[in-house]
């Protein structure tokens, strides 16, 4: 049973858990601006925002609303339609940077699940000291986490051109938090590698890398 819990923890990290959060953020925000919804009636009695009635106060007609319905609640093409408006660009410009990085937004989620898959593995052959590849050394990792932090750059330099500073304070939260994690997967990384080496030099093969850091048995 101790195994077990060892196994749990060390397979389920706190760099799986990064790993996964970046993978739902950017994956929802990509599909996101696929799936805008549809503008729908709703007839329900409790929407109606006015009604007019005879004089018997029988209600003949009822205002009732419009609201979309979709997986998001906005329509995101609007959304940047109206933004370009004010930079005087015809809507083809915001209709081909929204999805532009909606794709850039996907294929970040892809590479953050392709890494938190890899949590689930043992790599070690790819981390071989001296070996040389885009995941040995972390290459893949910087590079996806200076594209999230330039992508944070581009939407907060659009929110200042089209003056919403809503979405500026949204976006440099977003970037703050890109950077806490960037910070906290780089110590951990280190952590855990520096573990595995004193772990090899023990010979103790069967005690996760976390579990092995309260028991070694030399210094």
């Known amino acids: 049973m101790k195994k077990i ?22 994956g929802l925000n990509g599909f996101d601006k696929f799936f805008n919804g549809s503008s729908q009636l709703v ?4 929407a109606s925002q006015g009604v007019l009635v005879d004089k018997d106060k029988n209600v003949v007609y009822s205002i009732q609303p419009n609201e979309r319905v979709g997986w998001y609640g906005a329509s995101r093409d609007a959304k940047f339609a109206n ?35 890899r949590q689930f593995y043992d790599n070690r052959d790819e981390e071989a000291p001296g070996k040389k590849g885009l995941i040995a050394d972390r290459t893949i990792h910087r590079l996806i986490f200076k594209a999230s932090i330039w992508i944070f750059i581009a939407f ?3 929110d200042i051109l089209f003056g919403d500073r809503i979405e500026v304070w949204e976006h440099g939260t977003y ?9 906290l997967w780089y110590r951990m990384d280190q952590f855990f590698l520096e573990l595995r080496k004193k772990k090899d030099s023990f010979g103790d ?4 890398p976390q579990a092995s850091s309260y028991d070694f048995k030399a210094d």
């Open 43 to 46: 007839k329900e009695r409790w």
């Open 175 to 183: 970037l703050a938090i890109t950077i806490v994690t960037y910070d």
């Open 156 to 158: 907060i330099t659009g």
């Open 205 to 208: 093969e069967e005690i996760s």
């Open 83 to 117: 933004y370009f408006r004010t930079l005087h660009l015809p809507p083809i410009v915001a209709t081909i940077t929204l999805y532009f990085f909606a794709i850039l937004e996907i294929i970040l989620a892809a590479l953050f699940f392709w890494l938190f898959i």
């Open 5 to 26: 819990i060892y196994l749990i923890d060390n397979k389920i990290n706190m760099i799986t858990i990064l790993f996964l959060f970046w993978t739902l953020f950017w």
